[in-house]
């Protein structure tokens, strides 16, 4: 059931502001490093960088980019064959979760209503899927979890960051420190590997983000997966999603190699 029509994503809403440039986590990094054992559990159960994507990794990226564009049509089709291909409900329901982080709740919620009318369907036709797991760890609360988020993107992108916007807006760094790579990624149902290849989906269908794309496909390598499952990743965008997903990523994917060579 995969759907292979090519179409130009139009930009989604409420894109939340530079997702990739990072915070500035130098002042508190020290403080951050007992949440930081948590993150690196996290990241441990993630598999050693082979050469293609599992079946299920390579379902999750049509249901990101599906999702990202409203396309509730495609969505449809990337459901039903994320969870034939081993995709717990848990798991599915958890990117679309993810989704309000980069496309914003009109997006998410339309396509977690998606997710419940293909479950009933299935369910109709007597197909019982795996309901999975819920996050186990405990989740920290106010300045903990901000000082979690802070560990966790450091993590991501394999050093402290920081910025103009976030000097300009710490409104904004304090949303993506304590919602995106704090809650979010102090789930534990959902690896980081696949958090990421949901974000790289995700991101696909926005154009004008292509800055942040990039930077996502060098955090998937920064998180175990290689540089040829982020190749198959590109055609797996373009074949099953969109030629104009597939241009963004393999453009994108081109300069975050190069910048990986020159580091």
């Known amino acids: 059931m995969s759907n292979t029509k090519p179409a130009e994503r139009r930009p989604c809403g409420a894109l939340i502001l530079a997702l990739t440039l990072g915070l500035t986590a130098a002042s508190s990094y020290a403080t951050a490093q007992s949440s930081g054992s948590q993150a690196s559990k996290t990241m441990n159960q993630e598999a050693p960088a082979a050469d293609t994507l599992s079946a299920r990794q390579q379902a999750i990226l049509p249901i990101a980019a599906f999702g990202a564009a409203g396309d509730m049509a495609g969505l449809r089709n990337a459901l039903n064959e994320g969870l034939d291909a081993g995709l717990t409900i848990s798991e599915t329901r958890e990117i679309l979760v993810q989704l309000y982080a980069y496309a914003g709740f009109p997006r998410s919620l339309n396509a977690l209503n998606e997710l419940i009318r293909v479950l009933d369907s299935r369910r109709q036709r007597g197909i019982q899927d795996s309901p999975g797991e819920e996050p186990k760890r405990p989740i920290p609360a106010g300045e903990a979890l901000r000082l979690a988020g802070a560990a966790n993107q450091t993590k991501l992108v394999g050093r402290p960051v ?14 993506l420190q304590s919602h995106l790579f704090g809650a979010i990624f102090e789930r534990d149902n959902l690896d980081w590997q696949s958090r990421e290849l949901a974000t790289v989906g995700f991101i696909s ?15 998937s390598m920064n998180v175990g997966l290689s540089a040829s499952q982020m190749q198959q990743a590109v055609s797996i965008l373009n074949d099953r999603v969109g030629e104009g ?19």
């Not at 269908?205 to 955090?219: K, M, V």
């Not at 963004?248 to 190069?258: F, G, H, K, P, S």
């Open 162 to 175: 920081s910025g103009a916007v976030q000097d300009f807006s710490p409104a904004t760094a304090e949303y």
């Open 205 to 219: 269908s926005l154009p004008g983000a292509e800055a942040q794309l990039q930077a996502h496909l060098g955090y």
């Open 245 to 263: 997903n597939g241009k963004r990523a393999r453009e994108a994917l081109t300069r975050a190699l190069a910048a990986r060579q020159t580091k």
